[in-house]
């Protein structure tokens, strides 16, 4: 885990905003809960998912109603995979972070967990959801908003901001988690070492 200091909080901001696009939330496919699409008379806070027209993404969509998917809840580091972890586990308890601790593997505020409960949950109809690369995060970042749906017209709407965790990826000799800034020009929290997230799928008709 890298935490940025003031000069990696500026750095992040300018490249974020480097990264803006042409606005794509119309072209957006919105999916319930059960993974069905919705049209466009459906309520903007019916989407649970939104496929990424750019890049076939399928995207969690945040909450703000104090539920599993809460917008304001905050993860420590944790994958006790060795085949993606890098060679650091990260870690886990019971006091770091702020999330739904009662939906959780052991009552702990971890990335790990959160993925097993929504996976377990089969969010959309799919049981593969993933922390994002970095390059994933910051293409959808001008498209984040703290906003509720349908406020200001983002592909992906409740976006709380802060620091949002990536995948463990390797970056020279040494593999590690990076944070995101979202939205761009956001004034962040610091917490304990935890962080926002949030889940991505692939797109299965890119293949492997």
Not at 39 to 62: H, Y
Not at 94 to 120: F, K, Q, W
Request: with cysteine; aromatic share 8%.
């Amino acid at each position: 885990m890298r935490v940025p200091n003031a000069r990696g909080r500026l750095a992040a901001a300018v490249v974020l905003l480097l990264c803006a696009a042409q606005p794509r939330a119309a072209d957006a496919q919105r999916l319930d809960a059960t993974g069905r699409p919705l049209d466009a008379t459906a309520a903007p806070s019916a989407a649970a998912c939104v496929v990424d027209p750019a890049s076939g993404l399928t995207w969690e969509v945040k909450t703000r109603d104090g539920g599993l998917r809460d917008m304001r809840w905050t993860y420590t580091p944790y994958d006790s995979d060795p085949e993606t972890n890098g060679g650091f586990v990260g870690y886990r308890d019971t006091t770091s972070g702020d999330c739904v601790r009662d939906a959780l593997p052991g009552r702990s505020c971890n990335t790990e967990a959160y993925i097993t409960a929504i996976n377990e949950r089969r969010l959309c109809g799919f049981d593969d959801w993933r922390l994002p690369a970095t390059a994933e995060l910051m293409a959808v970042a001008a498209h984040t908003s703290s906003a509720p749906p349908g406020a200001d017209g983002a592909m992906l709407p409740n976006i709380g901001e802060g620091w949002y965790w990536t995948g463990v990826e390797r970056f020279g000799v040494a593999a590690f988690s990076r944070v995101v800034l979202l939205p761009p020009a956001a004034q962040p929290s610091f917490y304990d070492g935890s962080y926002l997230l949030i889940l991505v799928r692939d797109d299965p008709a890119a293949g492997p």
